[in-house]
């Protein structure tokens, strides 16, 4: 892997994940997806790390995968090239700490593959989004899986159709982000909201976020059954407890992560 164009660092329980190809605007080569991913796992398995945080450096957040790449593969390394960029995607969605996508000036392509993969996400105002691989003879067929269960099939295939552009606040309208925020505030708001996950239970989070994955594509009864068995789970533990007693006597709760 080449060296640096991943960067991770840790404040307190919050793991922060830095792209680091600012002048190639972090788009995705194999190095950087394998990094990318790597850094994912390496958090999930951190008892200390609650929330991750995704961030790009530079300019950009991150603007797809880079296209010179593309050329002098056959069938099968195709499969497995984009199988690489897309495992980031998947990752996110197995964690059970909780992922934010802080997005700033450009996030299309893969880039806006991130941000529907990730759990919560913020971007600074005149953030653009798009799945822009349709203007170059492509298609964004691995971000349409996350956008489509952010947006639903109407708003994603005008995104992945068109290849338009859209700005932060019609993202945010259409929940595709969660926040706006200044230019300025990017970094200060995202870290707010990363501690007040990372102050929750990370037992009761990261039980619940598995869950809510698991449930999603199932029938709706299932899901009933799938959830109440996770909650019967999560009573036993002794953060619900700890976390129960704590609101009743009107104390902080002291989380035992068990």
Request: aromatic content about 6%; hydrophobic content about 40%; some cysteine.
């Amino acid at each position: 892997m080449a060296d640096n164009v991943i960067l991770k660092e840790k404040k307190g329980h919050i793991g922060i994940i830095t792209l680091n190809r600012p002048d190639q605007l972090n788009t995705f080569s194999s190095s950087l997806a394998t990094g990318f991913n790597n850094a994912l796992i390496d958090f999930e398995q951190d008892d200390e790390t609650r929330v991750v945080i995704i961030k790009g450096a530079g300019k950009s957040f991150c603007a797809g995968i880079d296209v010179s790449e593309l050329e002098g593969k056959n069938v099968l390394e195709y499969y497995e090239w984009i199988t690489l960029m897309e495992n980031p995607f998947i990752t996110i969605s197995k964690m059970g700490k909780p992922v934010i996508a802080s997005a700033h000036n450009i996030a299309v392509a893969n880039g806006i593959g991130i941000v529907a993969a990730s759990d919560l996400a913020i971007a600074t105002e005149g953030t653009k989004f798009g799945a822009t691989a349709v203007n170059v003879g492509l298609f964004c067929m691995g971000p349409a899986i996350p956008l489509s269960r952010n947006l639903g099939r109407k708003k994603t295939l005008e995104l992945l159709l068109t290849g338009d552009l859209i700005e932060a606040a019609e993202a945010e309208r259409i929940g595709l982000i969660n926040k706006v925020v200044p230019k300025d505030k990017l970094e200060e708001k995202t870290m707010e909201l990363a501690e007040k996950l990372a102050a929750k239970s990370p037992l009761g989070v990261q039980l619940g976020k598995k869950s809510f994955y698991k449930m999603s594509d199932l029938e709706y009864d299932k899901a009933f059954e799938l959830t109440a068995n996770h909650f019967a789970t999560l009573c036993t533990t002794e953060d619900a407890h700890e976390g129960v007693d704590a609101f009743l006597n009107k104390r902080k709760p002291n989380w035992k992560l068990k």
